[in-house]
């Protein structure tokens, strides 16, 4: 392990785990964060050694979403610088998606926004009970469109369009109950629930595991080429310029209700 924003080590059996290591922030990504992901999940796969990765975040949460105080300073770049990041954030999800070996989410905490975009695409995701989830883009009048597709696969159009029009907050076992999570446990049994299924993760060649995963994925349309990756990052990036977003990231640093919140 380092000292580092993204903890990550290998184990003798070839598990890898990386661990989100902001803790002071709940784990909120920044542009640090995302660059950190990147690029220990290429040398994950680029790794014979590797056979399996496991993702946890450090302290008291899995993962809170963007530092909106990052964001906030992303706002103050150009159009172009925009994005930018949000083409790195969106590479990194679906990166993340299309990894050639299995993935593991445990998840204890909160997991909020882009935190449950990553979760989302996650193979197998375990969440604790008393977890706690929300996608909370359209909140701060952002938008979740990089980690769309991942939540429709997971959750299925309906129960994506309640929880990322409302922001409601749910718990571990709503996530299990609605597809977002394959387990639910108590917290302390986090490691405990995941350990059978690693080994029978383990029990499979890995050439078998890289094809039988390409092809859930291209029948389950979550493969796209460079340009869907922009038409995904565009919008999400002028969302962040706009109008809503300046007032509901300002209502959220400020703590007071947005301007469009009834009296």
């Known amino acids: 392990m380092t000292d580092s924003v993204v903890e990550h080590s290998v184990d003798e059996r070839g598990v890898a785990t990386l661990q989100l290591n902001r803790p002071e ?30 993702i946890r975040g450090n302290g008291r949460h899995f993962q809170a979403g963007a530092d909106l105080a990052w964001i ?10 925009n994005f930018e990041v949000s083409k790195r954030t969106t590479s990194l999800v679906h990166g993340l998606t299309q990894f050639p070996k299995p993935t593991m989410a445990l998840v204890h905490g909160g997991c909020f926004g882009g935190g449950v975009g990553v979760v989302a695409a996650c193979d197998i ?6 977890a ?19 939540l429709i696969s997971r959750m299925g ?38 350990a059978p299924i ?14 039988s995963k390409a092809d859930a994925l291209k029948f389950a349309n979550l ?5 869907a990756l922009d038409e995904m990052a565009r919008p999400h990036a002028m969302k962040r310029l706009s109008p809503e977003a300046d007032e509901g990231l300002k209502s959220f640093l400020e703590k007071r209700k947005p301007s469009w919140y009834p009296g």
């Open 72 to 81: 906030q300073s992303v706002r103050t770049e150009n159009e172009q610088e």
């Open 223 to 227: 493969v796209y080429d460079d340009a």
């Open 125 to 130: 995701v375990i969440a604790a009970e008393d």
């Open 25 to 54: 922030v709940n784990n909120a990504y920044n542009g640090d964060m995302i660059a950190e992901l990147g690029e220990i999940m290429s040398g994950f796969g680029n790794d014979p050694a590797v056979r399996v990765v496991v």
């Open 132 to 150: 706690m989830f929300a996608i909370t883009e359209a909140r701060w009048g952002l938008i979740a469109t990089p980690i769309v597709p991942q």
């Open 198 to 211: 690693i080994d029978a993760l383990l029990h499979v060649p890995p050439e078998a595991l890289a094809e």
């Open 157 to 194: 159009p309906g129960r994506v369009r309640r929880y990322s029009l409302t922001c409601e907050r749910f718990d571990g076992k709503r996530a299990f109950d609605i597809g977002l999570a394959d387990e639910v446990c108590p917290a302390s049994q986090l490691d405990e629930t995941a």
